[in-house]
């Protein structure tokens, strides 16, 4: 067997998946995980080095 990765556009999922059945091919649909716009800005502020650091995990709780 082997795997095969498509990318299919808005709106057009089930079409491709109903297709794929006709054709007795095994349907498993994969969502892809984006980070929100929160998660961004914190990667883009670590990006920058605005980050903190701690020496330790106690230090980081202590922090909090």
Sequence with gaps: MQTLEIKVPEGKTRLVKELLKEL???VKVKKENTPNTATIAAMDELKA???K??????ALFNSI
Excluded at 53 to 58: D, I, L, N, P
């Design 49 to 51: 080095g605005k980050g």
């Design 53 to 58: 650091k701690f020496k330790s995990v106690e």
């Design 24 to 26: 007795g091919v095994a």
